[in-house]
């Protein structure tokens, strides 16, 4: 039974709980930027990006096993955000989200902040590698592309 299906303009508000809180959690400790990830940052301006028709919509896909537990978005081969609420991660929601995005959708790489060990991690035990290749986002923040090798 697959928990994972395209979510809808209903997911919106609970993936923005999901992003927002995940940034906070993950990112927050590296940047330190309070009027970002306490100002600018939030679940209503992050939740806007997922109402009806939008391009990031429709390409999200949430695991939903009678609560929104995780979202993933994918732009062609990339996977541009793959996140689990905290209270659900190491229950095998993100492998099931990953495994998803590469073999039903061809997902084949994805930049992760260069930063979240724990991440480069996930994806590495999950057949990921880095490329070598590095970006820079918004002036400043340290992207790591990795692809996927399996």
Known sequence: MS????????DASRIAEIIVTNYRIN??????????????????????????DSPALQNTFVFDDGVVKGMIRINGDEIEKLYVEP???NQGIGVT???????????????????NTRGRAFY???????????????EWIPLLKMKLTT
């Open 3 to 10: 928990f994972i299906r395209p979510a809808t303009p209903k």
């Open 27 to 52: 990112f927050y400790p590296f940047f330190h930027n309070d009027p970002y990830y306490f100002g600018e940052l939030n679940v209503i301006d992050t939740a806007s990006e997922y109402m009806k």
């Open 87 to 89: 209270q659900f991660q």
């Open 97 to 115: 989200l990953l495994n998803y995005a590469v073999h039903k959708m061809n997902t084949t790489w994805l930049w992760v902040l260069e930063y």
């Open 124 to 138: 590495q035990r999950n057949g990921f590698e880095l490329t070598g290749e590095k970006m820079i986002e918004d």
